[in-house]
């Protein structure tokens, strides 16, 4: 199983960027995804999560209103599509996938994936 994190970059306060996760060697539309990022000295926090249809959507309350996240099961990929970006959402961010459904903790996700940096600065 592989989840390849992409889009990250260097945006402006207040910019958009859209992250995008693409997966192999899974039955895509039968895993929940997750989003999860690491900011330098802190721990990994959960950014939000979609279940295996694309019909609920889960986000912490640090991102609600701002992150939307959606999926694409013909093309295996899940979109974090990141709004009104704030400097405190510099972290490397990272996708998961969960059989069992979303859950709202950092453990208990079957796969991982490397992650990509997004940096929030003027």
């Known amino acids: 199983v592989q989840l390849q994190a992409s889009g990250g970059g260097l945006v402006q306060p207040g910019g958009s960027l859209r992250l995008s996760c693409a997966a192999s060697?899974?039955?895509?539309?039968?895993?929940?995804m997750g989003w999860f990022r690491q900011a330098p000295g802190k721990g990994r926090e959960f950014v939000g999560g979609i279940n295996w249809s694309g019909g609920s959507t889960y986000y912490a309350d640090s991102v609600k209103g701002r992150f939307t996240i959606s999926r694409d099961n013909a093309k295996n990929t899940v979109y974090p599509q990141m709004n009104s970006l704030k400097p405190e959402d510099t972290a490397v961010y990272s996708c998961a996938a969960r059989g069992d459904g979303i859950i709202l903790t950092t453990t208990r996700w079957d796969y991982w994936g490397q992650g990509t940096q997004v940096t929030v600065s003027s």
């Open positions: 060697g899974l039955t895509f539309s039968r895993y929940a």
